[in-house]
């Protein structure tokens, strides 16, 4: 088979068949098909597209360049959630353990903030000694006794959509339908997972500028999933504005902390609520959204949520007394009050310039390879739709110093669109598309 002649059937907009791609896939993992003839093939596919029969043998070849985990000797159906990520977005932190609590294992395999989104591992990371870096064996073990963990991606899993992804990254094929879908779905099933939630964000802060592009993309993963037998259900969400008030790392953690003691800001709470509904209802834990809320309401009223975090802290490693003294978690040595230039109502926080200006003071990393700080960021104090004064303070800017502290001042302060009328509301949640 010569990949001269796949790369040709994908350019010509054909079907490629299942041993063409198994053979590409394969060819790539080993190292026998060099990049310039891979970044052709995906070129075109980014170009024409894939069916969802291809796409489903692309997804299973790269799921198998590397071990899928067998978390089948772990009773019950294990339920992981996946978000395409946003600005602020802490929900995975305090979505793991109140599901967890509630008897579904999560077994969560997370990823490390990369330009302006955030990552789950980053956020845990806040917490001192807390390892993210464990064995596979330590990981299905921790599923196993206390019903989750959380770690990042390891070398043997999906190794070819590391490889694929590094390549897309520098040849402008990130934005794919097909390519990102397959790229999520091959890294969550290699997990081992029966249940998946998808939370597919749309908007300024997302990859997905539009809903349609957004839905498209959920379809896809859903359809994904259900071709690998799994239960998946996505939602789309707005990502128009920062969730909740924090976005930095420690600051972050602080508030999904809060989440878990149930004194979270209303749209962190509410989102993590509705997926982990999802989450108990595919776990076979509720028969609808009604009751698996309740039950999820009692985790957080009873302490048995915060408790599942502060074990599952201790049993990787972390210093689990940040539960009661958030104040132990990193902290900034200054902070800057951003003032209202005028009185009015804001109309719009824009969560692109306040991730560029949290990346400013060394919150994100614009390469893999940056390191980060994690008690940097910014507290947003006034959202959309709240009336503010001129001189009220809009924002707090936490910074260690450093020459971009101004630059980062002004971004936050752009951000802030204020006006005298009222915005419209917009909903959090636009769309819940469940796989059956
Ligand atoms: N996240 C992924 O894991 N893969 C993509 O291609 C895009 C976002």
């Known amino acids: 088979m010569y990949i ?3 790369i040709m059937t994908k350019r010509f907009g054909k079907t490629l068949s299942a041993e063409q791609i198994r053979h590409f896939i394969e060819g790539y993992s080993a190292g026998d098909i060099p990049d310039y003839q891979a970044a052709a093939l995906v070129m075109a596919i980014a170009i024409h597209g894939m069916t969802p029969e291809e796409l489903s043998v692309w997804t299973d070849s790269m799921l198998h360049s590397g071990s899928v985990l067998d978390l089948s000797s772990i009773p019950g159906t294990k339920v992981d959630k996946h ?8 929900i995975s932190i305090c979505l793991a353990p109140m599901v967890a609590a509630c008897g579904v294992p999560v077994p969560m395999i997370s990823g490390r903030g990369l330009g302006h989104t955030g990552g789950t591992l980053d956020k845990l990371e806040a917490i ?10 330590k990981f299905i073990r921790l599923v196993g006794s206390i019903g989750l963990c959380l770690i990042g991606q390891t070398k043997d899993l999906a190794p070819a959509d590391k490889k694929l992804y590094s390549l897309r990254d520098v040849t402008g094929t990130v934005e794919s339908i097909p390519l990102i879908a397959s790229s999520i779905m091959s890294k969550k099933l290699a997990e081992g997972i029966d249940g998946l939630v998808l939370d597919v964000k749309v908007g300024r802060g997302a990859f997905m500028k539009t809903e349609k592009e957004a839905r498209k993309l959920a379809e896809t993963l859903i359809e994904i999933g259900v071709r690998a037998q799994k239960k998946v259900s996505a939602f789309i969400t707005n990502m128009d504005e920062v969730l909740g008030n924090e976005v930095g790392n420690a600051l972050e953690t602080k508030e999904a902390l809060d989440v878990l003691h149930g004194k979270g800001p209303k749209d962190v709470t509410e989102l993590t609520l509705k997926l982990g509904a999802e989450m108990l209802i595919l776990g076979g834990k509720a028969d609808g959204e009604e009751a ?17 975090m502060r074990t599952l802290i201790d049993a ?7 539960i009661d003294q958030p104040d132990l978690l990193p902290q900034a040595s200054h902070k800057i009050s951003i003032l209202s230039p005028e009185s009015g109502t804001i109309h719009s926080v824009d969560p692109l310039k306040i991730a560029h200006a949290a ?15 994690p008690a940097v960021g910014i507290t947003i104090i006034k959202k959309r739709m709240d009336k503010v004064t001129k001189d009220e303070e809009l924002a707090i800017l936490h910074h260690n110093g450093g020459s971009s ?5 002004e971004t936050v302060k752009a951000a802030y669109t204020i006006s005298d009328d009222s915005p419209e509301r917009c909903p959090l949640i636009i769309d819940i598309i469940k796989g059956d």
Do not use: C, H, W, Y
């Open 316 to 322: 990787q490693g972390g210093d689990s007394s940040v």
């Open 128 to 137: 001192p000694g807390f390892n993210v870096r464990l064995s596979t064996e």
């Open 4 to 6: 001269r002649d796949i």
């Open 405 to 409: 502290v101004e630059k980062a001042k």
């Open 83 to 90: 978000s395409t990520g946003g600005v602020g977005d802490k």
């Open 359 to 373: 990346m400013m003071v060394g919150a994100g990393r614009e390469r893999s390879e940056d390191s980060i700080d």
């Open 292 to 308: 698996a809320r309740k039950i999820l309401e009692k985790a957080i009223e009873s302490g048995s949520a915060i408790e599942k």
